[in-house]
């Protein structure tokens, strides 16, 4: 009993960690939000805004998915010097980001299960604007092609040139399957290291994790 008490306990605790750090982020968009920017009208809730636990669409996005699928046609980073074959067009985690950071959708509005009787409505920004659309430098656009790449293949092969980490030993980032995605360098639920990186900046470690320069 007491074993299954400490479990129980630890799960608490892990919980409220992960928990902790979306909680107040730039990704909090409900009322209540301490993190001085956008924040939605009409739920207190935070993970509404991408997930919902009841009527999810787009489980092949990401998990429970809430949003709507943007339909923007993305122009990719492309180099004579690159390594590796990116594939056109986006998908999973990375399309997940571009339904609020390519700028086309709503941030509320594009949300598909409200489950609140009220409907979730633009909010306000961190200017002070009534708005639903993503303004800044985190609106991406729909064309990536000045940044980092996406899509792009990293397997032991690619990383055989000497420029590249082999993908065991790449830390900080990590692999969507066999590629690189947004979700590689940032993790959208832990913004310890601004902006939601995977790993420091410090003497530029996070990339050195994969670029053997």
């Not at 409900?30 to 939605?40: H, I, K």
Request: net charge neutral; hydrophobic share 40%; proline share 4%.
């Amino acid at each position: 009993m007491k074993k299954m008490i400490v479990l129980v306990a630890c799960m608490v605790l892990v919980a409220s960690a992960a928990f902790a750090g979306v909680q107040d982020s730039k990704h909090d968009l409900g009322v209540g939000s301490g993190s001085g920017g956008y924040v939605a009208v009409g739920t207190t809730e935070i993970c509404v805004f991408c997930h919902t636990p009841h009527g999810a669409q787009n489980n092949t996005t990401a998990p429970l998915w809430n949003r709507s699928t943007t339909a923007s046609v993305f122009t990719l980073y492309a180099s004579a010097t690159m390594t590796g074959t990116v594939t056109p067009g986006l998908t999973g985690a990375s399309l997940a980001c571009m339904s609020c950071h390519d700028g086309t959708l709503t941030i509320a509005g594009s949300v598909i299960n409200d489950p609140n009787l009220a409907p979730i409505t633009a909010g306000v920004n961190a200017g002070g604007v009534v708005a639903d659309l993503i303004t800044g430098f985190a609106n991406l656009t729909n064309n990536l092609s000045n940044d980092h790449p996406v899509n792009v293949q990293y397997s032991t092969s690619v990383a055989g040139g000497g420029f590249l980490a082999a993908p065991t030993a790449a830390s900080g980032a990590v692999l969507i399957g066999t590629q690189v995605e947004c979700a590689s360098c940032h993790q959208v639920h832990d913004n310890t290291i601004a902006p939601f990186l995977r790993g420091t900046m410090a003497r530029s470690a996070l990339c050195l994790g994969c670029h053997v320069k």
